[in-house]
């Protein structure tokens, strides 16, 4: 009878433990967000971005990306994000996707304009650039560190 009782004190601690980590995963996954505004960038990429990934200003975490559609008309990426109610943006602010790390990881970079004006709810970014990628670079670089000049292949005009 004591180690039933046992068995079942160890397992009520394992189970409390397990409850404690998902709890604090939960916290730290930001998941419920922080109820900002929402307002939308038109990408012609993506670039990798997921939901979840942060929203940045100078480097500092002002919102995440909430959500993304492809436009069936223009076929570009439409991305939502929700921004701090505390940080306001200037109306002529654009964005672009960057990444955080040659490892990976991609986060979405606003860089704010000059005017007095700022984004509501429900405002549009026209202004962004595609990521650029690692890898397309690395070929280019690649490729055209290999090709000579055609002047040169052609040896001596005899």
């Known amino acids: ?20 980590f998902v709890t ?5 996954a930001d998941i419920k967000g922080n109820g900002g505004y929402q307002i939308v960038a038109e990408f012609g ?12 200003v100078s480097g500092i975490k002002v919102g995440r990306i909430t959500a993304q559609q492809l ?11 929700a921004i701090d ?10 964005a672009r996707i960057t990444q955080a790390s040659l490892l990976g990881g991609n986060y979405l970079e606003l860089m704010p304009g000059a005017a007095t004006e700022t984004l509501v709810a429900g405002a549009v970014i026209y202004d962004t650039r ?9 070929g280019q670089a690649v490729f055209s560190a290999g090709a000579e000049p055609s002047s040169s292949r052609d040896g001596p005009a005899n």
């Open 1 to 20: 009878m004591h180690r039933n009782t046992l068995e079942t004190i160890m397992g009520a601690i394992v189970l409390l433990a397990a409850a404690s």
């Open 24 to 28: 604090l995963a939960y916290e730290a």
């Open 45 to 56: 990429s993506t670039g990798g971005l997921s939901i979840g990934d942060d929203v940045r």
């Open 130 to 138: 595609d990521p650029v990628s690692i890898n397309d670079l690395l």
């Open 71 to 81: 436009d069936p008309i223009t076929y570009v990426a439409k991305i939502s994000m």
């Open 85 to 94: 109610p505390a940080i306001k943006i200037p109306s002529d602010s654009s």
